[in-house]
Nanobody, 116 residues
Framework: QVQFVESGGGLVQPGGSLRLSCAAS????????MGWYRQAPGKERELVAS???????NYADSVKGRFTVSRDNYVNTMYLQMNSLKLEDTAVYYC??????????WGQGTQVTVSS
């Protein structure tokens, strides 16, 4: 059974930092291309960062230079280091494979709120 558990969100001021974690119960995690997604109120879920099984990283233009995605295959965990946070980064952040495994595989997400 596939399961993703996100953690590390919170309330932070503009310019601040947060580090998100994603614990993945995917048996073949080390071979999976993974992604961080976010969904802001009233908007569709979007892919913001991805990391391939070969550790190649890609970022949405909106977060490039501020976010860093990484993974630890020994503990089946992916991370998202978010620096220089902006108001528009406020969203619920989710992890999944890239592309996702389907609508039934999304976790609860972790809320990131950037506010002064």
């Amino acid at each position: 059974q596939v399961q993703f558990v996100e953690s590390g969100g919170g309330l932070v001021q503009p310019g601040g930092s947060l580090r998100l974690s994603c614990a993945a119960s995917v048996r073949t995690f080390r071979y999976a291309n993974m992604g961080w997604y976010r969904q802001a109120p009233g908007k569709e879920r979007e892919l913001v960062a991805s990391i391939t099984a070969g550790f190649t990283q890609n970022y949405a233009d909106s977060v490039k230079g501020r976010f860093t995605v990484s993974r630890d295959n020994y503990v089946n965990t992916m991370y998202l280091q978010m620096n220089s946070l902006k108001l528009e980064d406020t969203a619920v952040y989710y992890c999944n494979t890239n592309p996702s495994l389907g609508t039934t595989t999304w976790g609860q997400g972790t809320q990131v709120t950037v506010s002064s």
